[in-house]
């Protein structure tokens, strides 16, 4: 780096021109008693920043490129040359025949005959070509029970009939049977309109390819292997319920690899382990062939910001089983959506997954580790891959150390640091300290500042009608927050600098503020490890570099090198970070960003975008922004980058590249149900009768007002907010129970009554039965959801579902709850009954209701029973739409 020297007062800067402080420069002139001259400053000519600038854009873009790199895709040609090798065309052409069945609703011909048809006769196949040194067992299996899904004391009640899953074991076809199982799971029933060539087709044939060259080894595998090709996931995790509590292969299971999806193609990346097993890192570690994963994704996921579950909670929890949770996280803008093709899986997708998923049960199913018994170390652990290269994981334990002792390194190279600049100022060790504490504080506030205007930002582009701007063009993030994060961030050297009086020199100045940064970081870092939050590794990382740069630079006395040769390591010891992290927030945005479209109207993901950009800033750019001191002209550099960048982020959230969706890519999402509503009072009079539209509503822009010119129909949409204190879930049928938080903000639309193809009704069972209890028959189409809402002041004291009694609290109503239950019927379709009993005060009136039971019928897969009414309303919408809908009878009663 060239690097200009400032040797006369005519040449310093401004700041130095100020601070009138003494040259401690051997080679300086004598001064006269009555003048003094300015130190000799080492300041790097401006137009350097532009460079360094473009170099920094080129380093992330390797952390981009390593993000999106996916191996080349094995043809069937190749498979001769590699014949224990997953074959990804053939798995390609496999996964185009699976979603030509369509949408795979649980329910359905295509979910409960067509895919389970598909299944048995490549299973068929593959047992035609098996080695015989396995055999193969297969079962389809159907499936009752219930379970609680939830935190108590609220959450939902999953109740299920007839769930099918189809299974396949294999053992060796000679000696004794292992005892132990390591079980592989994935799911082929789908969504409402979605064929789900991601969630989770692909998943489901790489356990195909997986199960057919497992088969065709000559080696026996050390333990058993189940495939489990789950039939009801879609739905509230109910068939790996009935599998994992009730199939007699469940039983010494020790081991689990879930197939998910949260997104379509990519790279499946590892967001679930364990729990408390380092030996399953240690074996993802070694036998997976493309690492991808981070503990960071398992807190973010655990603890709530990821609108989705997987099966691996329900083995987890019900089984006591651990394992490792996968899903593809990549273009989450079409998961659950009709657009969730083949078409948009790239071809390295099915190697990246394949190669994984083959050498991770090869190698899991000869481990010792899953021998039953086996003596395995546990503990919390933190894991992360680097670059997709390795994956490192330690225990919490080691984190602990590590991190104390990193803690204690760096704040003896900061002292040694400051020892050196003090020694060769010629001013007290106590002045550096001095100074090093009112830069801390100076650097405390610029990151609030920072993180003060992004907010600021994010409630304007809101208030201007530009909520999700940087929706389908993630670069515009870079400009809409992290140029102002950086715009906050800069201020404070740059005012620091230039108005106060300096007692070192401006390359130590620099030095104290990166110092700072490093101290502020290893602090945030203890707190997060003593508060046993494992996503810390991130500043780990940075940490680390930073010991080992400025290290060097303090051992070898660079500190004062007049030619500020410092900064050449300094810079060298952030490539390798920097790459990290452009490669950690292209896995971010191109992952939460796409969950804004389904959080719903008050999700609090936009605050949480804000804080990962001014965090993913932060750790990009803390070591770099401070260096704007050692610029000439630094007020240009300033205003000319960070200024011109944050300005350039304004200007595209005003024009039509900051509107959010796009068609077939990045189409906004709706939940709409043609609704038929029947109100029964006591004695089963009607109270009310109507019919409509119910719009859930999605994201933030999910309201009439959005569409109205796209849609006429959106003129007569009514807000159901008053409805909701006089209704229980503001009158509207629910799909699941997590819809409750946003029924609120959902919208009516008066429109003529559907058909419905089953009758939707619940009818009170009087004969023999206790005088106390309330017994019923429901029936209805496959999916149904029940609201049970005693009256305030009765409870349900015991019923029929299952031992627990969650509730739910009732939106607008803060003095009654409801009890939810989502009922699923697969292969065979019947009418269910149900009972409870109720604890009722004496003195209750026998014309007050004691409760109040609502029957949501949800006819998820009759589109050839929408009226032409409802396709024309449909078809309405733009094309950067996705329009899930159906059918709904629903029906409230009143009982005493």
């Given at each position: 780096?060239e690097?200009?020297?400032?040797?006369?007062?005519?040449?310093?800067?401004?700041?130095?021109?100020?601070?009138?402080?003494?040259?401690?420069?051997?080679?300086?002139?004598?001064?006269?008693?009555?003048?003094?001259?300015?130190?000799r400053?080492?300041?790097?000519?401006f137009?350097v920043?532009p460079?360094?600038?473009?170099i920094?854009?080129?380093?992330?873009?390797?952390?981009?490129?390593?993000?999106?790199?996916?191996?080349?895709?094995?043809?069937l040609a190749?498979?001769?040359?590699?014949?224990?090798?997953?074959?990804?065309e053939?798995a390609?052409?496999?996964?185009?025949e699976?979603?030509?069945?369509?949408?795979?609703?649980?329910?359905?011909?295509?979910?409960?005959?067509?895919?389970?048809?598909?299944?048995?006769?490549?299973?068929?196949?593959?047992?035609?070509?098996?080695?015989?040194?396995?055999?193969?067992?297969?079962?389809?299996s159907?499936?009752?029970?219930?379970?609680?899904?939830?935190?108590?004391?609220?959450?939902?009640?999953?109740?299920?009939?007839?769930?099918q899953?189809?299974?396949?074991?294999?053992?060796?076809?000679?000696?004794?049977?292992?005892?132990?199982?390591?079980l592989?799971?994935?799911h082929?029933d789908?969504?409402?309109?979605?064929?789900?060539?991601?969630?989770?087709?692909?998943?489901?044939i790489v356990?195909?390819?997986?199960?057919?060259?497992?088969?065709?080894?000559?080696?026996?595998?050390?333990?058993?292997?189940?495939?489990?090709?789950?039939?009801?996931?879609?739905?509230?995790?109910?068939?790996a319920?009935?599998?994992?509590?009730?199939h007699?292969?469940?039983?010494?299971?020790?081991?689990?690899?879930?197939?998910?999806?949260?997104?379509?193609?990519?790279?499946e990346?590892?967001?679930?382990?364990?729990?408390?097993?380092p030996?399953?890192?240690?074996?993802?570690?070694k036998?997976?062939?493309?690492?991808y994963?981070a503990?960071?994704?398992e807190e973010?996921?655990?603890?709530?910001?990821?609108?989705?579950?997987?099966?691996?909670r329900i083995?987890r929890?019900?089984?006591?089983?651990?394992?490792l949770?996968?899903?593809?996280?990549?273009?989450?803008y079409?998961?659950?959506?009709?657009?969730?093709?083949?078409?948009?899986?790239?071809?390295?997708?099915?190697?990246?997954?394949?190669?994984?998923?083959?050498?991770?049960?090869?190698?899991?199913?000869?481990?010792?580790?899953?021998d039953?018994?086996?003596?395995?170390?546990?503990?919390?652990?933190?894991?992360?891959d680097?670059?997709?290269?390795?994956?490192?994981?330690y225990?919490?334990?080691?984190?602990?150390?590590?991190?104390?002792?990193?803690?204690?390194?760096?704040?003896?190279?900061?002292?040694?640091?400051?020892?050196?600049?003090?020694?060769?100022?010629?001013?007290?060790?106590?002045t550096?300290?001095l100074?090093?504490?009112?830069?801390?504080?100076?650097?405390?506030?610029s990151?609030?500042?920072?993180?003060?205007?992004?907010?600021?930002?994010?409630v304007?582009?809101?208030?201007?009608?530009?909520?999700?701007?940087?929706?389908?063009?993630?670069?515009?993030?870079?400009?809409?927050?992290?140029?102002p994060?950086?715009?906050?961030?800069?201020l404070?050297?740059?005012?620091?600098?230039?108005?106060?009086?300096?007692?070192?020199?401006?390359?130590?100045?620099?030095?104290?503020?990166?110092?700072?940064?490093?101290l502020l970081?290893?602090?945030?870092?203890?707190?997060?490890?003593?508060?046993?939050?494992?996503?810390?590794?991130?500043?780990?990382?940075?940490?680390?570099?930073?010991?080992?740069?400025?290290?060097?630079s303090?051992?070898?006395?660079?500190?004062?090198?007049?030619?500020?040769?410092?900064?050449?390591?300094?810079?060298?010891?952030?490539?390798?970070?920097?790459?990290?992290?452009?490669?950690?927030?292209?896995?971010?945005?191109?992952?939460?960003?796409?969950m804004?479209?389904?959080?719903?109207?008050?999700?609090?993901l936009?605050?949480?975008?804000?804080?990962?950009?001014?965090?993913?800033?932060?750790?990009?750019?803390?070591?770099i922004?401070?260096?704007?001191?050692?610029?000439?002209?630094?007020?240009?550099?300033?205003?000319?980058?960070?200024?011109?960048f944050?300005?350039?982020g304004?200007?595209?959230?005003?024009?039509?590249?900051?509107?959010?969706?796009?068609?077939?890519?990045?189409p906004?999402?709706?939940?709409?149900?043609?609704?038929?509503?029947?109100?029964?009072?006591?004695?089963?009079?009607?109270?009310?009768?109507?019919a409509?539209?119910?719009?859930?509503?999605?994201?933030?822009?999910?309201?009439?007002?959005?569409?109205?010119?796209y849609?006429?129909?959106?003129?007569?949409?009514?807000?159901?907010e008053?409805?909701?204190?006089e209704?229980?879930?503001?009158?509207?049928?629910?799909?699941?129970?997590?819809?409750?938080?946003?029924v609120?903000?959902?919208?009516?639309?008066?429109?003529s009554?559907?058909?419905?193809?089953?009758?939707?009704t619940?009818?009170?069972?009087?004969?023999?039965?206790?005088?106390?209890r309330?017994a019923?028959?429901?029936?209805?189409?496959?999916?149904?959801?029940?609201y049970i809402?005693?009256?305030?002041?009765?409870?349900?004291?015991?019923?029929s579902?299952?031992?627990?009694?969650?509730?739910?609290?009732i939106?607008?109503?803060?003095?009654?709850?409801?009890?939810?239950?989502?009922?699923?019927?697969?292969?065979?379709?019947?009418?269910?009954?149900?009972?409870?009993?109720?604890?009722?005060?004496?003195?209750?009136?026998?014309?007050?209701?004691?409760?109040?039971?609502?029957?949501?019928?949800?006819?998820?897969?009759?589109?050839?029973?929408?009226?032409?009414?409802f396709?024309?309303f449909?078809?309405s919408?733009p094309?950067?739409?996705?329009?899930?809908?159906?059918?709904?009878g629903?029906?409230?009663?009143?009982?005493?």
């Amino acid at each position: 780096m060239e690097v200009q020297p400032r040797t006369s007062a005519e040449d310093v800067p401004d700041f130095a021109q100020k601070s009138n402080i003494q040259t401690s420069d051997n080679e300086a002139n004598e001064e006269t008693e009555e003048k003094v001259k300015p130190r000799r400053e080492i300041l790097i000519p401006f137009w350097v920043s532009p460079i360094v600038l473009g170099i920094g854009i080129l380093m992330f873009y390797a952390g981009t490129v390593a993000f999106h790199s996916l191996p080349a895709m094995k043809t069937l040609a190749e498979e001769r040359d590699y014949p224990d090798d997953f074959i990804g065309e053939r798995a390609k052409y496999l996964l185009d025949e699976f979603t030509k069945i369509g949408q795979k609703v649980v329910g359905s011909e295509e979910n409960e005959v067509l895919a389970v048809d598909f299944l048995l006769r490549e299973i068929e196949a593959i047992d035609q070509s098996r080695h015989h040194a396995h055999q193969i067992e297969l079962d389809v299996s159907t499936h009752d029970g219930g379970f609680f899904l939830g935190s108590l004391p609220t959450g939902a009640i999953a109740y299920y009939h007839e769930l099918q899953n189809v299974i396949v074991r294999v053992k060796p076809s000679s000696g004794p049977t292992p005892a132990a199982t390591l079980l592989v799971n994935s799911h082929f029933d789908t969504v409402p309109t979605s064929p789900g060539a991601s969630d989770a087709g692909i998943m489901i044939i790489v356990m195909l390819e997986t199960l057919r060259k497992i088969v065709r080894s000559p080696q026996a595998m050390r333990h058993n292997i189940v495939f489990l090709f789950n039939g009801a996931e879609e739905i509230g995790l109910k068939a790996a319920h009935g599998f994992i509590t009730g199939h007699p292969w469940r039983h010494n299971i020790t081991a689990l690899i879930n197939l998910e999806a949260t997104g379509s193609g990519g790279k499946e990346i590892l967001f679930q382990a364990g729990p408390g097993a380092p030996w399953l890192l240690n074996l993802y570690a070694k036998y997976a062939k493309h690492p991808y994963g981070a503990a960071m994704g398992e807190e973010l996921f655990q603890g709530g910001f990821v609108p989705s579950d997987t099966d691996f909670r329900i083995f987890r929890d019900f089984g006591g089983v651990q394992g490792l949770d996968t899903a593809f996280p990549y273009n989450g803008y079409v998961y659950h959506t009709k657009y969730d093709s083949i078409d948009v899986i790239p071809d390295g997708t099915y190697q990246h997954t394949g190669d994984n998923v083959l050498s991770l049960v090869k190698g899991m199913a000869n481990s010792p580790e899953l021998d039953v018994g086996a003596d395995l170390s546990t503990g919390s652990v933190i894991f992360f891959d680097f670059m997709g290269w390795f994956m490192i994981s330690y225990t919490e334990v080691v984190a602990i150390i590590v991190n104390s002792l990193l803690t204690i390194l760096l704040i003896v190279i900061v002292g040694f640091s400051i020892y050196l600049m003090t020694k060769a100022e010629k001013v007290p060790f106590t002045t550096g300290l001095l100074e090093l504490g009112k830069i801390c504080a100076v650097h405390i506030l610029s990151i609030i500042l920072g993180i003060g205007l992004c907010l600021l930002l994010m409630v304007i582009y809101k208030a201007v009608g530009r909520a999700l701007g940087f929706y389908s063009e993630l670069w515009l993030l870079y400009g809409i927050y992290f140029s102002p994060f950086y715009l906050g961030l800069a201020l404070g050297p740059c005012l620091y600098f230039t108005f106060r009086k300096l007692p070192l020199r401006i390359n130590h100045e620099v030095q104290l503020f990166l110092h700072a940064h490093a101290l502020l970081l290893a602090l945030i870092m203890i707190i997060m490890t003593g508060l046993r939050i494992r996503s810390a590794y991130l500043l780990t990382v940075l940490v680390i570099f930073y010991c080992a740069s400025s290290g060097i630079s303090a051992v070898f006395r660079l500190v004062n090198h007049r030619h500020i040769g410092w900064i050449y390591f300094h810079i060298l010891g952030l490539v390798l970070p920097f790459i990290f992290f452009a490669y950690l927030c292209t896995i971010a945005f191109t992952t939460f960003v796409p969950m804004n479209g389904r959080a719903g109207p008050q999700s609090d993901l936009d605050i949480l975008l804000v804080v990962f950009s001014c965090a993913m800033a932060l750790f990009l750019g803390g070591f770099i922004v401070p260096l704007i001191g050692l610029c000439t002209r630094r007020w240009w550099v300033y205003g000319l980058i960070f200024g011109l960048f944050s300005v350039l982020g304004i200007i595209l959230l005003a024009t039509p590249i900051g509107f959010p969706y796009r068609a077939d890519t990045n189409p906004q999402r709706y939940w709409i149900f043609h609704t038929d509503r029947v109100f029964y009072e006591l004695n089963n009079n009607v109270r009310k009768t109507d019919a409509g539209y119910m719009l859930l509503p999605m994201d933030s822009n999910s309201y009439p007002d959005f569409l109205k010119d796209y849609v006429p129909e959106m003129e007569s949409a009514v807000a159901v907010e008053e409805d909701c204190t006089e209704e229980i879930f503001c009158g509207l049928p629910l799909y699941r129970v997590g819809m409750a938080r946003d029924v609120p903000h959902s919208h009516w639309i008066p429109a003529s009554p559907p058909h419905l193809n089953h009758s939707v009704t619940l009818t009170r069972i009087t004969n023999q039965i206790p005088a106390e209890r309330m017994a019923f028959q429901v029936e209805g189409p496959s999916r149904i959801t029940l609201y049970i809402a005693p009256a305030p002041g009765i409870v349900i004291k015991n019923w029929s579902f299952i031992p627990e009694i969650p509730q739910v609290g009732i939106p607008k109503m803060p003095n009654r709850r409801a009890h939810f239950i989502v009922r699923t019927a697969g292969k065979v379709l019947r009418p269910f009954s149900f009972w409870f009993d109720l604890e009722t005060p004496d003195n209750w009136s026998p014309d007050t209701p004691k409760v109040t039971i609502a029957v949501s019928g949800h006819f998820t897969h009759y589109d050839n029973e929408k009226t032409p009414e409802f396709r024309r309303f449909i078809d309405s919408f733009p094309d950067w739409t996705d329009v899930t809908a159906w059918i709904v009878g629903y029906r409230v009663y009143e009982f005493n």
